[in-house]
């Protein structure tokens, strides 16, 4: 029988952080050998509170949480793979977080607007223009991926990537949470992040072609300023996705999302998958235990 899709999570530097509706955990490859695990619990009132069942606003509220965690998970990785205090670098973290975040709104929002918006007054139709903007979006971001991807580290983070799937799915098909049984499920998932940045890119251009043609830098800020409601309809449409993934006019259109997923994910290895499925038994454990822990084995 297969299990609630409630639990999601991404790679870290070496390890994985799972999250559920109550903690989350991350684990780590420690340097020695060792798989070192950190649970904490989660918002109660953004996962389980009044908030989580409003449609669009729970999206933006958990997306935001989500950014948090994920560089609370990042700051313990490289605590972990230095050897050092991860709440010393917490500060730099965030820090660099929003630097990261700033220069992605700059490239893959603002800059493709900005092209899209000088060739605009040559081409009749405003739905082209659109067009031209997203495909400018998904070239600039499949690119990206692609460039980073050529980077040892990164292939790395990729394959824990794929750990992460596979365990996400073993558990939602109700599968043995084992290496042997994990191994056998596929590294692409319906609700990937990745998934994520495709649909909006694809809700870009259906809402931003009726729009017109603005000035320059109304065209610019327009596209800044309405991301947080492209991002609510986006998750909403995602766990719609996840959903009904047996009918078969889903799968089609789920299709692009789990193909552009080959290029972040890769074919993790075993000690791989052990750290996502202790990340993963943790998160369960502490579903019924909700205190922080911390542990290795």
Known sequence: MSQPFNYGGQAVIEGVMMRGSRVMAVALRHPDGRI???????????????????????????????LGLGV???????????GEDANLAEPVAFGAAALGGGMGIALFIALPSFLSGLIAPLIPSEWL????????????????????????????????????????H??????????????????????????????????????????????LVWRVLSRILLLPLIAGISYELIRLAARLADRRWAQILVAPNLALQRLTTREPDESMLEVAIAALQA????????????SSC
């Open 129 to 168: 223009v659109s067009v031209i903007e997203g495909a400018i979006r998904l070239l600039l971001i499949v690119g990206y991926i692609w460039a980073v991807g050529f980077l040892p580290e990164m292939r790395r983070v990729f394959a824990y990537h794929g750990a992460e799937h596979k365990t996400i």
């Open 170 to 215: 073993a558990y939602e098909a109700g599968a043995e949470l084992k290496v042997e049984e994990v191994k056998r499920f596929p590294t692409a998932h319906t609700r990937c992040g990745t998934a994520f940045l495709l649909t909006v890119v694809v809700l870009t251009i259906l809402i931003f072609a009726p729009l017109g043609r603005p000035p």
């Open 283 to 294: 998160v369960l454990a502490g579903e019924e235990k909700v205190p922080a822990a911390r």
């Open 36 to 66: 070192v695990v950190e649970t904490k619990p989660l918002n109660e009132a953004i996962y389980r509170g009044p908030i989580s069942r409003i449609p669009f606003l729970r999206g933006l509220v958990m997306l935001w949480d989500t």
């Open 72 to 82: 609370q998970a990042l700051t313990m990785s490289a605590g972990v793979a230095a």
